[in-house]
């Protein structure tokens, strides 16, 4: 006689925490940069973090996740949370943003597979990847203004 297997179900919830905020529009690199320095506070020089912005048709921010949190020289970021994240929210567009807590703007090699993959997911279900910032609290290196990604949304 076989022995039956139990299956377990599980159910899974991703969800955000909702706080009113006013819209900003972001067409160039410069508005992100200045949108993202409020949302880190002084453990911007300690900890690495990554959020994601999402935009509507109009390049205005429709929402913004905190998506990862590191140590002192990386943080994991998960495509398939971003994806969630960009489909709760019906978003047109999305930017990913994060900190080097060593204060170099440089992305690693790490930063540029990352951003080619991050793109390569988005592209797959229609949803437009367009900057990926990386921040210290004084500059910023923008894979867009370095022609790595469009921008164009």
Not at 26 to 52: P, R
Not at 137 to 142: A, F, I, L, Q, T
Request: charged share 20%.
């Amino acid at each position: 006689m076989m022995k039956e297997e139990s299956v377990k179900e599980y159910q899974i919830s991703v969800t955000g925490c909702y706080t009113a905020f006013e819209s900003s529009q972001v067409l160039k690199s410069e508005d992100v940069y200045n949108f993202a320095l409020n949302l880190y506070d002084s453990s911007i020089s300690c900890i690495e973090k990554a959020y994601m912005i999402m935009l509507n048709r109009s390049n205005k921010v429709i929402g913004y996740a905190l998506v990862s949190i590191g140590g002192i020289d990386c943080c994991i970021i998960d495509k398939r949370v971003l994806l969630k994240y960009a489909i709760d929210t019906l978003a047109s567009s999305v930017i990913l943003v994060h900190n080097h807590p060593s204060g170099s703007i440089l992305p690693s090699r790490h930063d540029d597979l990352l951003t080619k993959s991050i793109k390569e997911a988005f592209d797959i279900i229609g949803i437009k990847f367009v900057e990926h910032l990386i921040i210290t609290p004084n500059e910023y290196y923008s894979y867009s203004d370095r022609g790595r990604i469009s921008f164009v949304c």
